[in-house]
């Protein structure tokens, strides 16, 4: 089956696109497009697959966010920014709802970040704290700057959902390695997370925040936006960083103005940059890719993200 795409990223988080609004394929099927696409050893790869999808009574359109695993994630606000830049163009609009999986997130075109970079602005949320509804078996209701035993006997979590499940850990310094021991534990779905979680380690930086996470049905990525959403709210939540305040959050892939409410809602502004568009062949029965044809590339844009991030 042939698919048009665009390669795409927020804030390093890169995805195939597609347009799947007028495209009728089973969950299933998705999956197996992911799994093909988001290889990284494929012709295309990425973190994962962006589909516009249509609206509701509610949004104008939707997203569809699959991992590199195939699994379906309830939001991801790295490719929201993609899909509304997407959805923006095809409907001539510049503001709008977006229906995700199990909530909305509500998208606007933004002040660029810096010259020539595409930018949106999406507020999500509320964020939760309920550690039932992940769930989470064994812990307390709520768990903030508290010890998971089953997890680690030692370090201190948040577990926020945004609405995907994270536990953030503030540290001094970012130790990839045991941020990989700890989210492989998570990924392997123990009997006392049985949907998983993204973990994230994060290092306060004077009034700015650097995230790094392992994601759900990803692994270790240079870049996760609800992360970095879960991170700010954590950050208020426990004294760090002050309530409306506009802050900076990096990651390995770049930067997001953001700031978190009372209240749950998260407000980022960020990067939906395009590389390349073009067509590829899936075989959905061996889940591979083929016949790249790249129709057009995006030189300026790429070359303004990568001065955006060179500061």
């Not at 093909?36 to 939707?62: C, K, N």
């Amino acid at each position: 089956m042939r698919f048009g795409i665009v390669k795409c990223h927020g804030s390093g988080n890169d995805f195939p696109m597609i347009d799947a609004r007028e495209l009728s394929l089973s969950g299933d099927e998705w999956a197996a497009v992911a799994r093909a696409l988001a290889d990284r050893t494929g012709p295309v790869g990425g973190d994962g697959l962006l589909l516009l999808v249509s609206g509701d009574d509610r949004a104008a359109f939707g997203m569809v966010m699959r991992n590199s695993d195939g699994s379906e994630a309830e939001t991801c606000l790295n490719g929201v920014r993609c899909v509304a830049r997407a959805g923006f163009e095809a409907l001539g609009i510049d503001t709008a709802t977006v229906r995700l999986k199990t909530s909305h997130a509500d998208a606007t075109r933004d002040a660029d970040l810096a010259p020539g970079v595409y930018t949106v602005r999406e507020t999500a949320g509320p964020a939760g704290l309920s550690t039932a509804a992940w769930p989470i078996h064994g812990a307390p209701e709520r768990l903030v700057e508290a010890v998971l035993p089953m997890l680690d006997r030692e370090r201190r979590f948040t577990a926020v959902t945004m609405p995907n499940p994270h536990l953030v850990h503030f540290v001094a310094t970012v130790d990839e390695a045991e941020l990989v021991r700890l989210g492989t534990i998570c990924e392997g779905a123990p009997d006392w997370l049985p949907n998983r979680a993204n973990v994230s380690f994060v290092e306060v930086r004077g009034d700015a925040l650097f995230v790094r996470t392992f994601e759900r049905g990803v692994g270790l990525t240079d870049s996760c936006g609800s992360a970095m959403a879960a991170s700010t709210y954590a950050a208020c939540l426990t004294g760090r960083i002050a309530w409306d305040r506009p802050t900076v959050v990096f990651n390995r892939g770049g930067l997001v103005r953001a700031f978190a409410e009372e209240d749950g809602m998260v407000t980022l502004s960020g990067n939906a940059t395009y590389e390349w568009a073009g067509s590829v062949t899936v075989n959905l029965t061996t889940e591979t890719a083929s016949d790249l044809v790249i129709e057009r590339h995006f030189p300026d844009e790429i070359a303004a993200w990568e001065a955006a991030k060179r500061g």
